[in-house]
């Protein structure tokens, strides 16, 4: 067996930071809590830890936690460097699209700056996309899933050499994903 290396103080004051940020925000299309989805994420991330040897378990569970603060709430870089230090704020702004490019660029920048971090990062992309290709909103059209898988593709070939479990797991998602594509309406790919 591996030894633990992340601690549950550590998840718990992450956590409790991401619930006060994310306070009254909803799944999209749904009524349940936000945070769901931060569980889901770290979920996948330990996991993936108690098969997978990684240098620091607790900046992968800390920014699979934190990674949507910058992103989605008013929390800054700084606020997340002072609770939890400088690699976690470093790694949950490489998590954070740049919301000045244009829409279709900002994946590629995120992931381009994903990859000028640890791989415990990486790790974290790979579990929020595994988290995310359930069943999709109601109010998203064909156009929009089609998208959504190829760029669950492109996360997929950017970051495939950061973890083989999670890795085997977005691959099984991206092809489940399949089934809400309507193929009447899409080009064969
Ligand atoms: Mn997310």
Same mark, same amino acid.
């Given at each position: 067996m591996n030894?633990?290396?992340?601690?549950?103080?550590?998840? &718990?004051?992450? $956590?409790?930071?991401?619930? &006060?940020?994310h =306070? %009254?925000?909803?799944?999209?299309?749904s009524e349940?809590? $936000?945070i769901m989805h931060l569980s889901f994420v770290s979920m996948e991330i330990i996991a993936a830890l108690s098969v997978e040897k990684v240098a620091d378990g607790d900046l992968a569970v800390q920014c699979a936690i934190l990674h949507d603060t910058i992103e989605d709430t008013n929390t800054t870089v700084? =606020? &997340? =460097?002072?609770?939890?230090g400088e690699a976690v704020a470093q790694g949950v702004l490489a998590l954070t699209?740049?919301?000045? !490019?244009?829409?279709? !660029? =900002?994946?590629?920048?995120?992931?381009t700056r994903i990859k000028q971090q640890p791989p415990e990062i990486w790790m974290v992309k790979l579990a929020d996309r595994i988290t995310n290709l359930q069943a999709p909103?109601? $109010?998203? %059209?064909?156009?929009?899933i089609v998208k959504?898988?190829?760029?669950?593709?492109? +996360?997929?070939?950017?970051?495939?050499?950061?973890?083989?479990?999670?890795?085997?797991? !977005?691959?099984?998602? +991206?092809?489940?994903?399949?089934?809400f594509i309507n193929s009447e309406n899409v080009e064969p790919s």
């Open positions: 030894t633990q290396n992340w601690l549950q103080e550590s998840y &718990i004051r992450a $956590y409790k930071f991401a619930a &006060i940020a =306070q %009254n925000q909803k799944m999209p299309g349940l809590p $936000y700084e =606020q &997340i =460097q002072a609770e939890f699209k740049d919301a000045s !490019l244009a829409k279709h !660029l =900002q994946m590629a920048d995120s992931l909103p109601h $109010y998203w %059209n064909q156009e929009k959504y898988r190829e760029e669950a593709m492109q +996360i997929y070939a950017a970051l495939k050499d950061a973890s083989p479990f999670l890795v085997t797991r !977005l691959a099984s998602k +991206i092809a489940d994903y399949k089934a």
